[in-house]
């Protein structure tokens, strides 16, 4: 190793050169949330696993409250709500991982360019950032559901596109500070190819943060979408979704407070699950 790869070496801050440990997953704090996300992610995968019941199919009296052979209840037609819950998950946990998705890889792109390019690039792009950051992020959301159309798929799209401007703040600031690091000017002076540098030294010292925000992006984006869903922009009835669900129960709060509260404390602990992961991520595992 030559002197001035040394140097740069050294010139990387610890927590940068170490990254995330996934094996911080393991920590007792951590434990709780990371089995709630696994389950929740098991019931969007295979629902099959958990329950047997259609989530469409009418299977016991209307409005009968939780019970050994109806964990959850049954809705106002007596489907099982439990059943309706598991399938559920498939779509809005499907539907904000697309979200996530969109938002991280074309936010990223916008970002790393303007942060890596600088000069007019840079002005051009995060004047357009500032103009999604300026529209309310519901408005945006429901403004392009309304123009894709309704469903799951175009939900996630509009949730998704509302997340673009804030990952692309955030690459962008995390580019521009990992390039003037010492061990970057140290990567170039030894000879160093832009695309080289940035490939092999800026991206991987700046991604912790992204992902870090990934994460809190997905509880994010479950709210959204569940939102969305409320209001009756989402999935169409009878499939099950989490916020459709909570809406179809809105009208029995009184006496029937299963149907809103038993999906609505799922998506609450999958939200606060992903919450205390991204910060346990943007910490290197210490949280």
Not at 75 to 96: E, K, M, N, P, W
Not at 167 to 184: D, G, M, P, T, Y
């Amino acid at each position: 190793m030559t002197a001035i790869d040394v140097s740069a070496a050294r010139a990387v801050p610890p927590a940068a050169r170490r990254g995330f440990s996934w094996r911080a997953l393991l920590r007792p704090g951590l434990i709780v949330p990371v089995l709630i996300l696994l389950i929740a992610l098991a019931w969007a995968v295979a629902p099959g696993l958990f329950t047997s019941v259609n989530p469409t199919a009418n299977v016991g009296p209307a409005l009968q409250g939780p019970s050994a052979e109806h964990w959850f209840g049954t809705d106002a037609t007596g489907r099982d709500l439990y059943a309706r819950v598991i399938h559920g998950a498939s779509q809005s946990i499907s539907a904000a991982l697309i979200a996530v998705l969109v938002g991280l890889v074309v936010g990223s792109l916008i970002g790393i360019t303007a942060g890596a390019v600088g000069g007019w690039v840079d002005e051009a792009l995060m004047r357009v950032v500032d103009v999604l950051l300026a529209i309310p992020t519901l408005l945006l959301s429901l403004s392009i559901v309304i123009l894709l159309g309704f469903g799951t798929a175009n939900a996630a799209i509009a949730v998704g596109a509302t997340s673009i401007a804030v990952f692309a703040r955030l690459s962008r600031s995390q580019v521009v500070s990992v390039r003037a690091s010492e061990f970057v000017e140290a990567a170039y002076g030894s000879g160093g190819t832009f695309f080289g540098v940035l490939w092999r030294h800026i991206l991987p010292n700046s991604l912790t943060a992204v992902i870090a925000l990934a994460a809190l992006q997905l509880g994010s984006a479950i709210l959204q979408i569940s939102t969305l869903g409320f209001l009756g922009y989402g999935a169409p009835p009878p499939t099950p979704e989490w916020g459709l669900l909570i809406a179809e129960g809105r009208n029995y709060l009184a006496t029937s407070w299963w149907l809103t509260a038993l999906p609505g404390i799922v998506v609450v602990l999958v939200v606060l699950a992903t919450n205390r992961l991204s910060r346990a991520i943007g910490d290197g595992g210490r949280a």
